[in-house]
């Protein structure tokens, strides 16, 4: 029953909302419509990525690659993955949760969500603005302030 007290609250609003200024709650909830649309699609590839991790991947195999002896291998894997990602960030908290639950080090989990912020799609248009030594630097800088963090949340946790 707890569940259901967030929709049945927006619900509400919106039919409030419908009684003052129908227009406003068609509006809203067009937009509304279209952030669901996104959101599930991006949901719905995380979730695949999952079914196929449980399916074809071993935590034995996950525990190498990201577990406490995964060393250099496991911080290029994540920093890589990281760059490489695309999407919303929230979409990709279920599978980094599902590879934690498998072994993955919460300092790989770091890098991989620091390193998201490198875009190479983006870098051509930041060369156009910038030039090439700003955007290596910062990108360089980025990469190494990844590693940095995913450090120190290491070491913390």
Known sequence: MRSLIFPLVVAVTYGVIFIFMPAGAISALKASAYILVRVSIALSLVFFLIFALNLFVKPAHLIRLFGKGSGAKGIFIAT????????????????????????????????????????????PVMISYFGWLYVLIFTFAMILGSLVCGAVVGLIL
Request: charge should be positive.
């Open 80 to 123: 890589l993955a990281g760059i490489l990602s695309i999407g919303p960030i929230y979409a990709w908290y279920p599978l980094l949760q599902e590879l934690k639950s498998k072994g993955m080090r919460m300092s790989l989990i770091a890098i991989f969500l620091n390193c998201r912020a490198v875009k190479p799609v983006l870098l």
